[in-house]
């Protein structure tokens, strides 16, 4: 049996001869295409006819070119056979030189030297070629092989001090953490560690930052990779991807493999009209083999993440596989203020800095999103030379983010100021006066982004996970309120309530098609089938009611908004002294922040007229002429 030096030499000797072959057969097809072997007999005779260019002597051999070719060839060489040849170069005027004769070394080595050049690339080539086949991934040699990236713990440098906002998360994958440092424990009783856990969020919510905090606090190999980089153009290749992955675990055992964004590797396969498989479906079925063919008591644990879990193959999801679902949402206010303090610590921020007040404005934020908040904000305070960085460039920040950078170029005219002073002012008012759990934390009519205007900060109270009939009303009747301003005031339409529509419009149909909330409806749920949660999704599935049940659905979707604007406009209607002073104010400052606006607000009266059951019809004499 051959060892493994033996077989290196033998790939190398193979090269060696296939590279001398090469050259000495292009260095013959060289000669033979342009060089003419000549009798001395006939070289004379040409030397007579003046058929010879030049001619170089070098000892005993001579070489020279035709005037014209002669059997295409327009070179020639010959031995000397006259000592005097010379004479005759003279007699019919053929230019010539002599470079004395050279040694048979000289010779050899004039021959050989583009031999050993040629040899040398070849060499260099090969060589990379065998370094690409022991795992690198710049050679063509190396197509197969895996691209994931292996961390030591030194290298990840994560543990769960780093992650913050997903306690419950952390605390069920603590066992994972647990087995891998201590699998005798596990054994001893007879327990098995699911072979994949699948951690689900939305993006940004740290799925890939905790499965490095894994690896780091059980100190072994990671292997971190993600579904793009099985899939490619060549067949076979994805699926030799996943087994050299494998293999390399094993070798590395205990060890943890991550793949991040699983559903470009496992999507839901189907049937394919033209037949056979295509080379995602390969990749796929080799990952479901290879996870098959391992077992977890060899110290292989396989982490994956996604945030589309809807969208990956059933038979991934089994029992054996990726049995266990690790769900990361997004973070609870008291989440949000313990990430805040991860990223404050790295930034010099003032020390009466509110962390939970900052946590308060940022709802629905991922951890991503409030490190680049955070980053945003000091950003904006190196900009202004400031020595801290202060509420109020975290205020700014969000607003960039929310509504886009300031647009200090695009001056509104007077009128355009006038009408979007009122109809942010109608906004604040209505939420101040009949949505109460969301503060008004700051109006602005500084235009932002691309088409806004002005823009309306609104703050919680607290986080809510359920959500009244009444609450949601609230919210729509909030964002017509601008619209209403306008109709109040200036008695005409204008395109600054667009977004507030999309918005409005969206709630109300929520409320009718998913939670329920229509009489003429009852409780059904006319949503279309999506499939439950971590289950696959039909994605041919057509709506599941009649079109005579979504005319119902449009009409009592119409009925919601117009009735949110109509208790939007009564309400400014009576409060119309303190809608004026607003917009006045905020046409002066261009922005107003909470305790500015509450000294305007202080004297609004909330009476039973504005109660939801007192506008279920929407006021007769509010028309859209203008």
């Known amino acids: 049996m051959e060892t493994k030096n033996e077989k290196k030499f033998a790939i190398n000797f193979y090269h060696l001869f296939s590279a001398l072959l090469v050259v000495f057969l292009i260095r013959s097809c060289l000669d033979a295409s342009s060089i003419k072997n000549l009798p001395y007999s006939?070289?004379?005779?040409?030397?007579?006819?003046?058929?010879?260019?030049?001619?170089?002597?070098?000892?005993?051999?001579?070489?020279?070119?035709?005037?014209k070719a002669i059997d295409g060839k327009t070179g020639f060489a010959t031995k000397i056979v006259e000592p005097q040849i010379s004479e005759q170069f003279d007699e019919f005027k053929i230019p010539y030189e002599?470079?004395?004769?050279?040694?048979?070394?000289?010779?050899?080595?004039?021959?050989?030297?583009?031999?050993?050049?040629?040899?040398?690339?070849?060499?260099?080539?090969?060589?990379?070629?065998?370094?690409?086949?022991?795992?690198?991934?710049?050679?063509?040699?190396?197509?197969?092989?895996s691209r994931a990236k292996i961390y030591v713990q030194t290298d990840t440098r994560t543990n769960f001090k780093d992650v913050a906002g997903a306690d419950e998360a952390l605390e069920e994958l603590k066992e994972v953490i647990d087995f891998l440092k201590n699998a005798d424990k596990v054994k001893s009783l007879g327990g098995k560690m699911p072979k994949g856990v699948l951690l689900v969020g939305p993006p940004g919510t740290g799925k890939t930052l905790i499965a490095k905090a894994i690896a780091g606090e059980a100190g072994v190999p990671f292997f971190s990779t993600?579904?793009?980089?099985?899939?490619?153009?060549?067949?076979?290749?994805?699926?030799a991807r996943v087994r050299d992955l494998f293999d390399q675990a094993k070798k590395s055992a205990p060890c943890i493999i991550f793949i991040d964004e699983l559903d470009a590797l496992g999507k839901t396969r189907h049937a394919n009209l033209m037949g056979g498989n295509d080379e995602k479906e390969q990749t796929l079925n080799q990952l479901l083999v290879e996870m098959d063919g391992f077992d977890t008591q060899g110290g292989i644990i396989i982490l994956a993440a996604t945030n589309r879990p809807e969208m990956i193959d059933p038979a991934l999801l089994r029992a054996g596989r990726f049995d266990r679902q690790v769900v990361i949402d997004r973070p609870d206010r008291k989440g949000r203020s313990d990430i805040l303090k991860i990223h404050l610590d790295k930034i010099k921020a003032e020390t009466n800095l509110n962390r939970d007040t900052l946590a308060g404005l940022t709802p629905g934020f991922t951890g991503a999103d409030l490190a680049n908040l955070v980053n945003e904000a000091a950003l904006i305070a190196t900009r202004e030379n400031s020595l801290s960085v202060k509420m109020d460039h975290f205020t700014r920040a969000m607003e960039?983010?929310?509504?886009?950078?300031?647009?200090?170029?695009?001056?509104?005219?007077?009128?355009?100021?006038?009408?979007?002073?009122?109809?942010?002012?109608?906004?604040?008012?209505?939420?101040?006066?009949?949505?109460?759990?969301?503060?008004?934390?700051?109006?602005?009519?500084?235009?932002?982004g691309m088409g806004s205007m002005g823009h309306t900060i609104q703050r919680p109270t607290e986080d809510k996970y359920l959500m009244t009939k009444e609450d949601l009303e609230n919210k729509m009747s909030v964002l017509m309120a601008g619209r209403a301003s306008e109709m109040l005031i200036f008695g005409k339409l204008t395109t600054g309530a667009s977004d507030d529509f999309v918005k409005a419009t969206n709630i109300a149909r929520e409320m009718i098609m998913r939670f329920g909330m229509s009489e003429d409806l009852g409780f059904v749920s006319y949503e279309s089938p999506q499939g439950q949660f971590l289950e696959s999704k039909d994605l041919f599935s057509k709506s599941s009611f009649a079109e005579d049940t979504a005319k119902i659905i449009d009409e009592n979707v119409k009925k919601l908004v117009m009735n949110a604007h109509a208790r939007a406009y009564l309400f400014l209607e009576r409060q119309k002294d303190i809608l004026i002073q607003g917009a006045k104010t905020l046409m002066e400052k261009e922005s107003m922040n909470e305790d500015e606006l509450k000294t305007i607000f202080n004297r609004i009266i909330i009476t039973d007229e504005f109660n939801h059951e007192n506008s279920s019809v929407y006021p007769s004499h509010l028309n859209f002429q203008g």
Do not use: C
């Open 42 to 67: 006939e070289f004379k005779s040409q030397v007579k006819s003046g058929n010879i260019k030049k001619v170089t002597l070098r000892g005993e051999d001579i070489t020279g070119e035709f005037n």
């Open 98 to 145: 002599s470079l004395g004769s050279s040694s048979n070394i000289t010779q050899f080595i004039l021959y050989m030297l583009p031999t050993l050049i040629f040899i040398g690339l070849w060499w260099y080539i090969i060589r990379k070629g065998l370094k690409g086949m022991g795992g690198g991934t710049g050679s063509f040699m190396s197509v197969g092989k």
């Open 226 to 239: 993600n579904g793009a980089e099985f899939v490619e153009m060549f067949v076979g290749v994805g699926a």
């Open 400 to 448: 960039r983010i929310v509504a886009g950078i300031e647009k200090k170029s695009k001056v509104l005219g007077l009128k355009e100021k006038e009408i979007v002073s009122y109809h942010e002012m109608g906004h604040a008012l209505v939420g101040f006066g009949l949505n109460q759990e969301d503060k008004i934390h700051k109006v602005s009519i500084i235009p932002h």
